[in-house]
């Protein structure tokens, strides 16, 4: 770990300027299993220093692959002769920051214990082994185990100090059938989570029931219909509501996103979703229990908390970084992140989820009687004015109450402030999902989930 190597002395620092200095390590593990044959075997790191000084509003930000004192003096000059560059071509200055938003020091949070190769392949090996044996009609298999870890100490001359590390790791498992026209499907399951290795694979046994699952999903899919476009009613998996609460939502209320024009300026304090809509980026902590990927301080030396986004269907309040808190008259929440070393800190998200309610799913269900029940997404995209298209690669038909055929690949779209204001049950549990990357500027490791909804939303057809 990086405590093992690394510590800054703040006489470092210079006087009167505010200073983030971060050592920065990432990991990344990966092995990818096809039909038997190994096509990946991979392993890597990189690690470096980042120094980020402001001074009168304006700030600079320098990098370097190294980590020594030696390294840190290097990037702190760096740092500082930027921001008299940008100082000699900007006629004002920018948003002075307030001295601290409280210091002290954050505890390291846990260890990353690295798994040797071989153990990662034998696991995958045996994932296949048991795949291709249990269920030998597939015309394809995959198995893909990725592994990234961010291992990071943060020092502040006015904010907090820190070491944080984060490790997550998981197995894609992806079967393929045919239909009868021969067209090729697919469905795939991802497991694990926040965790090294062996926290989440020492058992593969526990994860069979969901194997199981997959192969029925596949089965299904390989005799599916086409859904009948239009405005429909439907009922969003917790998964697909995450993807939503990420992309169709949580974006346009990230504060620099609000400042470059997003929707969500002109509605802060508006209604933009049914009284059943409540939206929260979790810091760390979910129910009481650990969120899927638990964020204790940001890239600014800023503690992390919870920001309420929307309540009760209104738009209270913007992820921000200390910036532009000050210019919205907000509080920092801890969401100023960044993913390499060499990467300056911007406004992300961490762990995103629109809260649960009060019916179960199976009242959700019951309570439709001709429409479509859309389970997995496989991949979306939204801009600023919220409108969104998001790919359906798992879903049902909705008759009399019950499950129908399965659907073969769709799509869905509409304006998710409009979209949310349609939401009329909610149920009583969330899922999450935190194996995705957000690619905004920089790929970003973050969790989104939510809870199933009953609403309206346009689904494409054939």
């Known amino acids: 770990m990086l405590a093992d190597i690394y510590e800054v002395d703040k006489k470092l620092f210079e006087d009167g300027a505010q200073t983030v200095l971060r050592a920065h390590e990432n990991r990344y593990r990966s092995v990818w299993i096809v039909k038997g044959n190994i096509v990946v075997n991979s392993r890597r790191e990189s690690r470096g220093i980042s ?113 944080l590390v984060t490790p ?27 965790g090294s290795f062996e926290d989440n694979f020492s058992d593969i046994e526990q994860y069979y029931p969901d194997i199981e699952k997959l192969y029925k999903r596949v089965k299904d899919k390989s005799e599916g219909v086409f859904a009948k476009a239009g405005y429909k009613t439907v009922v969003l998996s917790g998964m697909m509501g ?13 504060a620099d996103l609000v400042m470059g024009g997003s929707v969500a300026g002109p509605n802060l304090g508006k209604r ?60 920092p ?16 998200m961490r762990n995103t989820c629109i809260l649960p309610g009060k019916n179960t799913v199976e009242e959700l269900i019951e309570s439709v009687d001709d429409g479509y029940y859309l389970v997995k997404s496989g991949n979306g995209e939204a801009d600023l004015t919220g409108e969104f298209m998001f790919g359906v690669t798992c879903g049902y038909e909705i008759k009399n109450g019950k499950l129908g055929r399965a659907l073969l690949d769709t799509t869905v779209s509409g304006i998710a402030f409009e979209m949310l204001k349609t939401v009329d049950m909610v149920s009583n549990e969330v899922e999450w999902s935190s194996s995705g990357f957000c690619g905004k500027k920089q790929q970003m490791a973050v969790g989104m989930g939510g809870p199933h909804m009953r609403c309206k939303i346009m689904i494409g057809g054939r």
């Open 333 to 348: 929440t801890g969401n100023a992140r960044a993913w390499a070393f060499c990467d300056e800190p911007i406004i992300r």
């Open 51 to 163: 120094a980020r000084v402001g001074k009168d509003g304006l700030f600079g930000f320098a990098s370097i692959a190294q980590c020594s004192d030696e390294a840190a003096k290097k990037v702190l000059k760096a740092a500082s002769d930027n921001v008299q560059l940008l100082s000699c071509h900007r006629g004002d200055s920018g948003i002075a920051l307030p001295p601290s938003y409280g210091t002290g020091r954050i505890p390291t949070n846990r260890d990353i214990n690295d798994a040797e190769q071989k153990r990662i392949i034998d696991v995958c090996r045996e994932l296949d082994d048991y795949v291709s044996k249990k269920y030998p009609d597939l015309e394809s298999r995959e198995i893909y185990y990725t592994e990234d870890s961010q291992d990071r100490i943060i020092y502040t001359s006015d904010a907090y100090d820190g070491h």
């Open 272 to 331: 933009v979703a049914s009284d059943l809509v409540n939206l929260v980026d979790f810091a760390h902590t979910f129910n009481g229990d650990l969120a899927p990927l638990p964020v204790y301080l940001d890239d600014e030396g800023i503690k992390a908390e919870d920001a309420v986004l929307i309540k009760d269907g209104i738009l209270t309040g913007y992820m921000n970084n200390r910036e532009t808190a000050e210019r919205y008259n907000m509080k």
């Open 168 to 194: 997550r790791c998981y197995i894609y498992i992806t079967m393929s059938l045919k239909t009868k026209d021969g067209t090729p499907v697919d469905q795939w399951v991802v497991f694990g989570g926040y």
């Open 242 to 254: 995450g993807m939503l609460a990420h992309e169709a939502v949580g974006h346009t209320v990230e």
